[in-house]
């Protein structure tokens, strides 16, 4: 398997733009949204690049829907692909009672809340679409979202520099690299972005790397796998709970999702198992950390909110139990005491690849915010 903590001297060059167009017109942009505000969402969406793929995967409040679909088609004039799904939409439910996901609904039949559920969502849509090759998750309660750019643009040269002939002259650090002989396409690809810093928006200090509180007990857990399943030491691995994450489209289908907070983490492990369950193509399956230049701004939880989101994450090592080396199971055990946590099993969806979906052109095409002739029609006034 390949892992690599990567840095660029510069972010962007001239001989990237073509590489970088292609890219843009094939990746899918799904945002996590909940109760950040219209205003922060549109400056979130005013850093992704205007002609891709967007799609929201809202879980405000059902009555707020339109009016935030109203709000978005006014500012969103030059967006032509952009899609707002609601999390509790009856005809996404729909899709899962007819896949056999019975798991994800409510007793009302709904999608049930949760943040993993939304993600599941967004990259369900983006594969019915059809085009999309990589898909990016972000979360939409960034403060500061122009770091989007940063963000977007390495996962670019990250992506489109696969399977890495010439990557090691561009960065500036490399952890791990196992480069296979072979020029083919990976496997599996996930980029995980690792912020630079968390600081608070009146901090003195803006360059202060403090390690995220839920990323500071679940990382170690993720170094002992790769001493043990890998041979793999002294590799820091500081994205098990990355929110803002990029993948292929085979990635997003391959990879099971899980409930609530417990994704990011979850969705880690499914890679590294898939990496040591098939020799054939763990050279083929590429993690990458970028390690950004800019600070990341979001709203701070409190402490009850980041035990739920520990206690989440670590549940999903319970579902790979049977492939937890003694020394993994023994830290389990010591944070679980120390920290008295309460165990939590996530809910785990099937990977999107094995449902039994059927491509519905109706489907995506009510979620459209506008039409081409939107467009021109509002460009007109």
Known sequence: MDI????????????????????????AFVISHK??????????????????????????????????ARELKRHLVHHKRTYLVHQKDEAIAQVFKECGVYHILDVNGKVIDGKGEG?????LCAYQ?????????????????????????????????????????ECDTFIVQRQTESEAAPELHNVRICWSSKPALD?????????????RVVSPLFNSLLEEWFGIHNHAICSSNAGEQGMTIKTAITLRFSSGFSVETFQLLDLLVNATGRRDIAERIILQQYLSKSPHFHEKK???????????????????????????????????????????????????????LERIDTLMAQYRLSTDADCQDMLLV
């Open 119 to 123: 993600m599941y969502i967004g990259a």
């Open 129 to 169: 679409l059809g085009y999309p090759q990589w898909i990016i998750f972000y979360d939409a309660d960034n403060f500061v979202p122009s770091a989007l750019l940063e963000y977007t643009l390495a996962m670019s040269r990250l992506f489109m520099s696969a399977p890495f002939p010439t990557l090691c002259c």
């Open 4 to 27: 690599h903590s990567v840095q660029f001297t510069h972010i962007l060059e001239t001989s990237d733009l073509e590489r970088l167009d292609y890219f843009l017109s094939r990746t």
């Open 35 to 68: 109760s950040e505000s219209i205003e922060t969402l549109l400056r979130v969406l005013w850093y992704l690049p205007v002609n891709s793929t967007i799609i929201i995967v809202t879980n405000c409040p059902e009555m707020e829907r339109d009016e935030i």
């Open 203 to 215: 901090s003195e200090d803006w360059d202060a790397r403090i390690v995220g509180r839920c990323t």
């Open 302 to 356: 409190g402490d009850e909110h980041i035990k739920r989101m520990i206690e989440e994450s670590l549940g999903g090592f319970f579902h790979f139990e049977a492939f937890l080396p003694d020394t993994v199971k023994w830290q389990l055990q010591e944070i679980y005491d120390e920290q008295r946590l309460k165990l939590v099993y996530p809910l785990v969806y099937p990977p999107i690849k094995d449902l039994p």
